[in-house]
């Protein structure tokens, strides 16, 4: 039978116990900010030069995916609470070897993303201020996103809150400034019409493909706010109230913005992948400093990022040691807080930075093709998890479904062959190809031990 250690448990004031020191503010702010991702600013160039104007298709679709999973997810995390999420999830409804699985995979796509966005962060700081080592900047932000997480978790939604506060303001300012250059009523500039969409489809149906499954990814880090709901002051309320929000919160900022770029600048462009497609977009429209500007805000969202991915690293480890499913150590909680994961997910962090460095050539690439898949992965065990799950609480505890999948278990079975449908286009190009099959081995590896794992615990 699955554990169930970890779900629905009532808040607790004790000091080893994980706090519930986010207040609704912090996560209403997390959901609107968690939408805006660093991908979405540093990874849709590429998107945008392989698709052209069909990119905006490409993120409808996967648009429309992510709304699913992210139903999905907001109902069970509403019916059961848990720093653990999906893995909590997929514990409960498939076995404590699928838990273990999509836990651990996880934890190591965050951890990597941290050195990811670290590089990425000092990348934009060593170029305004040249002959000052990357390696410097990643080492300061590292130290100071350890710290935030490892004091209060209220620190680490303050910080979330105002990152999230300047990135929503800043992409609903680019909208408006984009609109209105469209409608050619914005002071200095002329509307350019349709003239950037002529060619819709430049590189066929293959451009799109790519395009489609850059979208994918750019979509990763909105499942924080599942996490981050077991330490809030209402986790149902809360996980609720940004399940709801998620779908004009997708097509306001992903969309919305992939349109107002495709109209104000010619898909081919260099700028979109030198330059970033916010900066190029900004640049076209002659706005003094408003490329600069947009760079900050890069920035911010990359700080941002490694921020949330370093507090979900170590909320996904704490909830898998809770479970029996870690070392122990990585489960002490002090303060509130699980520290030691908190420092252990910082130095695999800073470990793959170094990586980065040390060997740019073979382990780094390798890395990066492994957690390549692993958001599908994930996606799977999440939809998979929750067809199981509802017809258990319409069965046991029809009360606890505050948020409902819509048309029920139809939609789901949508989303799991859109997520196999991905899977086949990662198998044809070859660049993703390497990241299915490099991905495919570490769940296999991972499966196979959490099914040992899960066969000598039932003999005990």
Same mark, same amino acid.
């Given at each position: 039978?699955?554990?169930?250690?970890?779900?629905?448990?009532?808040?607790?004031?004790?000091?080893?116990?994980?706090?519930?020191?986010?207040?609704?503010?912090?996560?209403?702010?997390?959901?609107?900010?968690?939408?805006?991702?660093?991908?979405?600013?540093?990874?849709?160039?590429?998107?945008?030069?392989?698709?052209?104007?069909?990119?905006?298709?490409?993120?409808?679709?996967?648009?429309?995916?992510?709304?699913?999973?992210?139903?999905?997810?907001?109902?069970?995390?509403?019916?059961?609470?848990?720093?653990?999420?999906?893995?909590?999830?997929?514990?409960?409804?498939?076995?404590?070897?699928?838990? +273990?699985?999509?836990?651990?995979?996880?934890?190591?796509?965050?951890?990597?993303?941290?050195?990811?966005?670290?590089?990425?962060?000092?990348?934009?700081?060593?170029?305004?201020?040249?002959?000052?080592?990357?390696?410097?900047?990643?080492?300061?932000?590292?130290?100071?996103?350890?710290?935030?997480?490892?004091?209060?978790?209220?620190?680490?939604?303050?910080?979330?809150?105002?990152?999230?506060?300047?990135?929503?303001?800043?992409?609903?300012?680019?909208?408006?400034?984009?609109?209105?250059?469209?409608?050619?009523?914005?002071?200095?500039?002329?509307?350019?019409?349709?003239?950037?969409?002529?060619?819709?489809?430049?590189?066929?149906?293959?451009?799109?493909?790519?395009?489609?499954?850059?979208?994918?990814?750019?979509?990763?880090?909105?499942?924080?706010?599942?996490?981050?709901?077991?330490?809030?002051?209402?986790?149902?309320?809360?996980?609720?109230?940004?399940?709801?929000?998620?779908?004009?919160?997708?097509?306001?900022?992903?969309?919305?913005?992939?349109?107002?770029?495709?109209?104000?600048?010619?898909?081919?462009?260099?700028?979109?992948?030198?330059?970033?497609?916010?900066?190029?977009?900004?640049?076209?429209?002659?706005?003094?400093?408003?490329?600069?500007?947009?760079?900050?805000?890069?920035?911010?969202?990359?700080?941002?990022?490694?921020?949330?991915?370093?507090?979900?690293?170590?909320?996904?480890?704490?909830?898998?040691?809770?479970?029996?499913?870690?070392?122990?150590?990585?489960?002490?909680?002090?303060?509130?807080?699980?520290?030691?994961?908190?420092?252990?997910?910082?130095?695999?962090?800073?470990?793959?930075?170094?990586?980065?460095?040390?060997?740019?050539?073979?382990?780094?690439?390798?890395?990066?093709?492994?957690?390549?898949?692993?958001?599908?992965?994930?996606?799977?065990?999440?939809?998979?998890?929750?067809?199981?799950?509802?017809?258990?609480?319409?069965?046991?505890?029809?009360?606890?479904?505050?948020?409902?999948?819509?048309? +029920?278990?139809?939609?789901?079975?949508?989303?799991?062959?859109?997520?196999?449908?991905? +899977?086949?286009?990662?198998?044809?190009?070859?660049?993703?190809?390497?990241?299915?099959?490099?991905?495919?081995?570490?769940?296999?590896?991972?499966?196979?031990?959490?099914?040992?794992?899960?066969?000598?615990?039932?003999?005990?």
């Amino acid at each position: 039978m699955p554990s169930s250690t970890t779900t629905g448990t009532p808040p607790s004031t004790d000091d080893t116990s994980l706090s519930h020191g986010l207040k609704q503010r912090h996560l209403s702010m997390i959901a609107l900010g968690g939408v805006i991702g660093a991908g979405l600013f540093v990874g849709s160039g590429a998107g945008i030069a392989a698709a052209g104007p069909s990119i905006v298709v490409a993120y409808a679709l996967s648009g429309v995916l992510v709304m699913l999973v992210m139903r999905m997810l907001g109902e069970m995390s509403a019916a059961y609470p848990s720093s653990g999420s999906f893995s909590a999830h997929a514990e409960r409804a498939i076995g404590p070897w699928a838990g +273990f699985t999509a836990g651990w995979s996880f934890w190591v796509l965050l951890c990597t993303a941290v050195g990811l966005e670290g590089i990425g962060a000092a990348k934009i700081v060593s170029g305004w201020l040249p002959g000052t080592p990357e390696w410097a900047w990643v080492a300061l932000f590292m130290v100071v996103f350890c710290g935030t997480n490892l004091a209060a978790v209220k620190n680490f939604g303050e910080f979330e809150f105002w990152f999230a506060a300047l990135k929503v303001g800043a992409i609903t300012l680019f909208l408006v400034l984009g609109v209105l250059a469209i409608l050619g009523i914005l002071p200095g500039t002329d509307s350019p019409g349709a003239s950037h969409l002529t060619d819709f489809m430049p590189n066929g149906g293959e451009g799109l493909v790519i395009g489609l499954l850059a979208s994918v990814f750019a979509y990763g880090g909105l499942e924080t706010v599942t996490i981050a709901a077991a330490e809030s002051e209402n986790p149902v309320k809360g996980v609720a109230t940004a399940v709801r929000t998620a779908m004009w919160r997708i097509a306001l900022f992903y969309i919305g913005s992939m349109a107002v770029i495709v109209t104000l600048v010619p898909w081919d462009s260099q700028a979109v992948v030198e330059k970033g497609p916010y900066v190029a977009a900004l640049d076209e429209l002659g706005i003094p400093g408003a490329g600069q500007l947009m760079n900050v805000v890069v920035l911010v969202a990359l700080l941002s990022a490694m921020n949330a991915n370093i507090y979900g690293a170590s909320r996904i480890a704490y909830s898998l040691v809770e479970r029996g499913q870690g070392p122990k150590g990585l489960g002490r909680v002090s303060g509130g807080v699980p520290r030691i994961a908190v420092l252990a997910s910082s130095v695999f962090g800073f470990l793959c930075v170094l990586l980065s460095y040390w060997r740019p050539d073979d382990v780094f690439p390798w890395l990066l093709n492994v957690i390549g898949a692993v958001i599908l992965v994930v996606w799977i065990f999440i939809a998979v998890s929750q067809l199981r799950l509802r017809r258990r609480l319409e069965r046991e505890a029809p009360d606890k479904l505050a948020v409902r999948m819509w048309a +029920f278990p139809w939609l789901t079975w949508v989303a799991l062959a859109g997520m196999a449908a991905i +899977f086949v286009l990662m198998a044809r190009e070859p660049d993703t190809r390497v990241q299915l099959y490099s991905t495919g081995g570490m769940i296999l590896v991972l499966a196979a031990v959490g099914y040992t794992w899960q066969k000598a615990r039932a003999k005990q």
